[in-house]
């Protein structure tokens, strides 16, 4: 006997969206010129006009953070500064159910997401760096480590309101004012945070929003009165990015793409393993850095694991974010949604075997079935591209050793997972993977104490915990 899900439709009704929205600039909104529509990726609808940020934008903000940072924001005490992070924090959970419903419109997440990952982690990492700021004389930096100064922000649209929070928190806590740009497609819950900066009475100037496109990031990261900037996004602008800085006295992270490693050995428990690899690679519809979009499975549990898998995938709710039983939202944007198409066929084209559920999809709006491909070689286009999709590419080996291989044969390195029940097998595995982040018999877990970043292609530095804490400060030596 099966049982058919009721919608459980969230409700819209705390979210005010307005028709029109300018840049946040020393504690105002200021009235952009042009201006570019945001949607609703599940339907389509313009939600709302969104202030497309030119030379003068960003000037303008650039010069309110200089002005917040000299005038307010270095002459506050740490434990001051700290005061301010656990308003914004506490006023994030009191505002959760209005982001969350603001950040499924936006950016096509299931509300279960949002509700239970996005925004309780946000508010989460201003938590955590308000407990920094008053100690940071603690964190093994030394005592002569400063603020950078103005820094410049630039996220995606994967995880915009956490994006914005891994960035901003530590900027603060550690006594840097910021210039943020969130991305083209997801505006909106930043421009929401702007009112959370005015409700806990934030210094005008100390937290700017531009709003914009990648000529806007461009114009943010060239600025001479930019002291550092912090970027999450794709490879390739990452590289962009450290070309324009090099030379400069632009400090610089960058937390980029991934092509993560699902390792399963033969002696792990299956149904946990099958549990994990959908975490892994559909949460957030795959639009993540550190997705476990490779399985690379010990081939004499393939055949029993892809059954498991399929039958799994079977269940996955795909449909409106706003209700609560969906478990795979919308594809972003249309250019993402065509750049999964094309790889995918790509896959078909080289050879690969595509199985997907029966599902059907919305007719309007943005979609993909969760997708498997098996028969997968390391030469696929599949095996080696980011997808940043609803797709999974899976590769066998038969040695622990051939798996670490194929493992590590990829340009990024970014995180992996290890599926065993034996101990000792988990820590060879990760001693030998090439990854900043690897978890055993998990994957996708997320802390603000926890160091984050890669190596490789997938960046420069860490983000999280007190690793983190450091790329905000300059003269820092290591106690
Ligand atoms: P981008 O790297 O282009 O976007 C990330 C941010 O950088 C956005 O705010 C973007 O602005 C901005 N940006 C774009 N060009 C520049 C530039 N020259 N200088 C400064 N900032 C710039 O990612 P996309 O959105 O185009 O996605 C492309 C691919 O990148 C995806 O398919 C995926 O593979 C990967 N990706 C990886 C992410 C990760 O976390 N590792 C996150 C997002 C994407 P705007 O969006 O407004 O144009």
Same mark, same amino acid.
């Given at each position: 006997?099966?049982?058919?899900?009721?919608?459980?439709?969230?409700?819209?009704?705390?979210?005010?969206?307005?028709?029109?929205?300018?840049?946040?600039?020393?504690?105002?909104?200021?009235?952009?010129?042009?201006?570019?529509?945001?949607?609703?990726?599940?339907?389509?609808?313009?939600?709302?006009?969104?202030?497309?940020?030119?030379?003068?934008?960003?000037?303008?903000?650039?010069?309110?953070?200089?002005?917040?940072?000299?005038?307010?924001?270095?002459?506050?005490?740490?434990?001051?500064?700290?005061?301010?992070?656990?308003?914004?924090?506490?006023?994030?959970?009191?505002?959760?159910?209005?982001?969350?419903?603001?950040?499924?419109?936006?950016?096509?997440?299931?509300?279960?997401?949002?509700?239970?990952?996005?925004?309780?982690?946000?508010?989460?990492?201003?938590?955590?760096?308000?407990?920094?700021?008053?100690?940071?004389?603690?964190?093994?930096?030394?005592?002569?480590?400063?603020?950078?100064?103005?820094?410049?922000?630039?996220?995606?649209?994967?995880?915009?309101?956490?994006?914005?929070?891994?960035?901003?928190?530590?900027?603060?806590?550690?006594?840097?004012?910021?210039?943020?740009?969130?991305?083209?497609?997801?505006?909106?819950?930043?421009?929401?945070?702007?009112?959370?900066?005015?409700?806990?009475?934030?210094?005008?100037?100390?937290?700017?929003?531009?709003?914009?496109?990648?000529?806007?990031?461009?114009?943010?990261?060239?600025?001479?009165?930019?002291?550092?900037?912090? !970027? *999450? +996004?794709? /490879?390739?602008?990452?590289? $962009?990015?450290? #070309?324009?800085?090099? @030379?400069?006295?632009? &400090? %610089?992270?960058?937390?980029?793409?991934?092509?993560?490693?699902?390792?399963?050995?033969?002696?792990?428990?299956?149904?946990?393993?099958?549990?994990?690899?959908?975490?892994?690679?559909?949460?957030?519809?795959?639009?993540?850095?550190?997705?476990?979009?490779?399985?690379?499975?010990?081939?004499?549990?393939?055949?029993?694991?892809?059954?498991?898998?399929?039958?799994?995938?079977?269940?996955?709710?795909?449909?409106?974010?706003?209700?609560?039983?969906?478990?795979?939202?919308?594809?972003?944007?249309?250019?993402?949604?065509?750049?999964?198409?094309?790889?995918?066929?790509?896959?078909?084209?080289?050879?690969?075997?595509?199985?997907?559920?029966?599902?059907?999809?919305?007719?309007?709006?943005?979609?993909?079935?969760?997708?498997? !491909? *098996? +028969?997968? /070689?390391?030469?696929?286009? $599949?095996?080696? #591209?980011?997808?940043? @999709?609803?797709?999974? &590419? %899976?590769?066998?080996?038969?040695?622990?050793?051939?798996?670490?291989?194929?493992?590590?044969?990829?340009?990024?390195?970014?995180?992996?997972?290890?599926?065993?029940?034996?101990?000792?097998?988990?820590?060879?595995?990760?001693?030998?993977?090439?990854?900043?982040?690897?978890?055993?018999?998990?994957?996708?877990?997320?802390?603000?104490?926890?160091?984050?970043?890669?190596?490789?292609?997938?960046?420069?530095?860490?983000?999280?915990?007190?690793?983190?804490?450091?790329?905000?400060?300059?003269?820092?030596?290591?106690?």
């Amino acid at each position: 006997m099966t049982f058919e899900y009721a919608p459980a439709p969230e409700s819209r009704a705390s979210v005010t969206i307005k028709p029109k929205y300018g840049h946040y600039i020393g504690g105002k909104f200021v009235a952009g010129e042009k201006h570019f529509p945001t949607i609703n990726p599940a339907t389509e609808e313009v939600l709302s006009s969104i202030s497309l940020g030119g030379k003068k934008d960003v000037d303008a903000a650039v010069k309110a953070a200089k002005k917040a940072l000299d005038l307010h924001w270095s002459k506050l005490s740490g434990r001051e500064r700290g005061k301010y992070l656990f308003r914004i924090a506490r006023i994030l959970q009191e505002r959760a159910r209005e982001f969350a419903v603001l950040e499924s419109l936006d950016n096509g997440k299931p509300i279960r997401e949002s509700r239970d990952v996005d925004v309780p982690l946000a508010a989460a990492h201003f938590f955590y760096h308000a407990g920094w700021a008053d100690k940071l004389e603690f964190a093994g930096v030394g005592t002569k480590a400063k603020p950078h100064g103005v820094v410049g922000q630039i996220i995606p649209w994967n995880f915009p309101l956490l994006m914005l929070a891994w960035k901003v928190a530590p900027a603060l806590a550690t006594g840097n004012t910021v210039v943020l740009k969130p991305a083209e497609t997801t505006p909106l819950t930043a421009l929401l945070f702007a009112e959370v900066c005015e409700q806990a009475g934030l210094p005008a100037g100390v937290v700017n929003i531009v709003t914009g496109d990648g000529s806007t990031g461009a114009l943010i990261v060239n600025h001479p009165g930019i002291n550092k900037i912090a !970027f *999450t +996004g794709s /490879t390739e602008v990452g590289k $962009i990015i450290a #070309e324009s800085v090099a @030379g400069t006295s632009k &400090s %610089v992270t960058l937390e980029l793409g991934g092509k993560a490693a699902n390792l399963v050995f033969e002696d792990a428990a299956i149904d946990e393993s099958v549990e994990g690899i959908v975490n892994g690679i559909f949460f957030n519809q795959g639009h993540v850095c550190c997705a476990g979009s490779r399985l690379i499975i010990q081939e004499s549990i393939s055949d029993e694991f892809i059954k498991k898998l399929q039958k799994r995938m079977e269940k996955i709710r795909v449909g409106d974010p706003l209700d609560k039983n969906t478990d795979l939202g919308a594809i972003n944007s249309r250019a993402q949604l065509e750049k999964i198409k094309e790889l995918s066929l790509a896959g078909d084209a080289e050879g690969a075997e595509r199985w997907s559920p029966q599902c059907s999809l919305p007719n309007k709006g943005f979609w993909f079935a969760p997708t498997i !491909f *098996t +028969g997968v /070689t390391q030469s696929h286009r $599949i095996a080696r #591209e980011e997808i940043f @999709g609803p797709v999974l &590419s %899976v590769l066998t080996f038969r040695t622990p050793q051939e798996g670490i291989d194929k493992a590590n044969n990829t340009p990024f390195g970014l995180s992996a997972g290890v599926w065993s029940e034996k101990g000792s097998k988990t820590l060879w595995a990760a001693q030998k993977l090439k990854a900043g982040v690897i978890w055993t018999n998990t994957f996708n877990k997320f802390d603000p104490t926890s160091p984050f970043g890669g190596y490789k292609e997938s960046g420069w530095g860490r983000e999280g915990g007190r690793h983190g804490l450091t790329a905000y400060l300059k003269g820092v030596t290591h106690e």
